[in-house]
């Protein structure tokens, strides 16, 4: 974790992050970690469950009290996870407070509607993967678009971020036990794309013109953004996972 945090962690919020960071200087925006927390996490995800075997009986959680108190965390503390960027509350705050919530319930309706087409019960489980599938989207374009935007691209990650857990889940070629990839790397990848279509500076002075209304720059400079992240990501990723290794090893 202390090798990933220096070759990946670090290095990416420098670049998007810092005013003096090479993305930041060409005007990649990211307002609470769609890129930097959660790319970064779900990508990680991905390498380490290449080499992973799934276990024959998996064992999980099936305390619903657990999982209610663990949620209602996890949204208490979300919300100053999207507030803490703007700096003070009369920075967007009750933007980015009613995109949040919009967010949670988009995002659980996306997740939720393709399990009543196929005549499936909802449970718990998809009722949280659904809110947390909210939160992770949000984060790029919180404070840069729309609640209406928001709203948009929340609930279309929370059916495409269903189908991809299902797909993944099906495979015996990937195991991530917690849906890291599918929600933190699917999920802040479509926030980020949400972002480049919809941001709007009459929301955000600061933040920037989509897609939509005719900027192709900014939505140039956000793809090399997912690229260069990617790439460092799964580097570094790589370079702990081996390290990781030798030290077990050595241990052995």
Not at 49 to 59: G, M, V
Not at 122 to 136: A, K, Q, R, S
Not at 173 to 182: G, I, K, P
Not at 199 to 225: P, Q
Request: glycine share 10%; with cysteine.
């Amino acid at each position: 974790m202390p090798l990933w945090t220096l070759l990946v962690y670090a290095p990416v919020a420098n670049l998007i992050w810092s005013p003096t960071g090479y993305l930041a200087q060409l005007g990649a925006l990211d307002f609470s970690g769609g890129l930097v927390v959660h790319l970064t996490a779900g990508l990680t995800s991905l390498v380490l469950a290449l080499f992973i075997k799934r276990p024959q009986n998996p064992q999980g959680s099936d305390n619903a009290l657990f999982k209610y108190v663990a949620i209602l965390f996890v949204i208490t503390g979300w919300f100053g996870f999207n507030l803490a960027p703007a700096g003070s509350w009369q920075n967007y705050g009750s933007l980015i407070v009613t995109n949040t919530l919009i967010a949670i319930i988009a995002a659980s309706l996306g997740r939720i509607i393709p399990l009543t087409d196929q005549n499936k019960p909802v449970t718990l489980d998809d009722l949280v993967n659904g809110i947390l599938t909210g939160l992770v989207t949000s984060t790029a374009a919180v404070g840069y678009v729309s609640p209406l935007s928001i709203g948009i691209i929340t609930f279309v990650s929370g059916i495409i971020c269903h189908l991809a857990t299902h797909f993944t889940n099906q495979t015996d070629r990937l195991y991530d036990a917690v849906d890291s990839f599918t929600i933190n790397g699917i999920g802040g990848l479509i926030g980020t794309f949400g972002l480049i279509l919809m941001a709007n500076t009459k929301i955000n002075h600061g933040g920037a013109t989509g897609l939509i209304f005719g900027n192709i720059r900014f939505a140039s400079v956000e793809l090399l953004a997912i690229l260069v992240i990617s790439g460092i990501t799964i580097i570094g990723a790589v370079i702990s996972l081996l390290a990781t290794h030798l030290v077990t090893l050595r241990k052995d």
